[in-house]
């Protein structure tokens, strides 16, 4: 399949990359800075712009990979072309490409991407959805060329399912912050806590996070509580984190 690239972002970056080793052909990369176009044009092989008049219509599809909220703006510039467009994001709706096109869907990869750690897309769980069942059809297929996890998801189920992930990955990696700077009050490297991280992230792998909770609160161990809460005296907003998560366990643990 011909696919353009619209956005030199993580995301655009690791689509583009899995669609080429893929067998796919990566006609042109876009983006407002030329050079970050470029530089994933070349790793892609493809023709990068700047612009959207530069837009080869002979193209398959649009991937459209930019921030949500100039989705709708990217679509209204490429609906003259009458290609299949799909946009990437977890949390916009199918609709804000039917506002401008029937041929549309939804091609949204659910994982954490930075451009300087690669990643094995076969194992990335993608979701589709399509405007009619064709479509669907087509990005199911092309879905099964880069990953083995394909998942039929709808705007709402999506929504759902991106809330989640900001659940499961970006507020602990915040947590993971908070927790260095209070090493770093006593000089402590964060490399004590990586393989209690990565022996926890692996226990989730198998079970279900109820079923392996652990620490002062899944135990009631008020004392120990009570203690952390006299350390965070000095922090007022960590302690009052710490006071609504342990309550949360607690709950978690009673309901169970």
Do not use: W
Not at 96 to 101: C, E, H, K, P, S
Not at 194 to 213: F, S, Y
């Amino acid at each position: 399949m011909r696919i353009t690239i619209i956005g030199s972002g993580n995301v655009g970056t690791h689509l583009a990359a899995a669609f080429k080793n893929a067998g796919h052909n990566i006609l042109q990369v876009y983006s407002r800075d030329l050079q970050n176009a470029s530089l994933l044009a070349y790793h892609v092989r493809a023709q990068a712009i700047d612009t959207l008049d530069q837009i080869n219509s002979e193209t398959d599809l649009f991937v459209i990979a930019v921030k949500d909220d100039a989705i709708e703006t990217v679509a209204s510039d490429l609906t003259k072309h009458q290609k299949l467009m799909v946009h990437t994001s977890g949390a916009t709706d199918l609709q804000a490409l039917l506002n401008y096109t029937a041929n549309a869907g939804v091609f949204y990869p659910l994982q954490t991407f930075s451009k300087t750690k690669e990643v094995d897309f076969d194992t990335v769980p993608l979701c589709i959805e399509g405007a009619d069942e064709h479509i669907t059809s087509l990005l199911e297929q092309l879905a099964k060329t880069i990953t083995q996890n394909v998942y039929l998801i709808n705007s709402a189920e999506r929504k759902t399912l991106h809330l989640a992930a900001v659940f499961a990955c970006n507020f602990p990696n915040y947590l993971y912050y908070l927790a260095q700077q209070l090493l770093a009050d006593q000089q402590l490297p964060f490399d004590l806590l990586r393989p209690l991280i990565l022996e926890t992230a692996q226990k989730v792998q198998q079970h279900l996070p109820a079923g392996v909770q652990t620490g002062p609160a899944i135990r009631k161990d008020e004392k120990t509580m009570s203690a952390h809460l006299q350390q965070l005296s000095e922090k007022p907003e960590l302690q009052a984190l710490y006071r609504l998560l342990s309550q949360g366990i607690i709950k978690m643990d009673n309901a169970g």
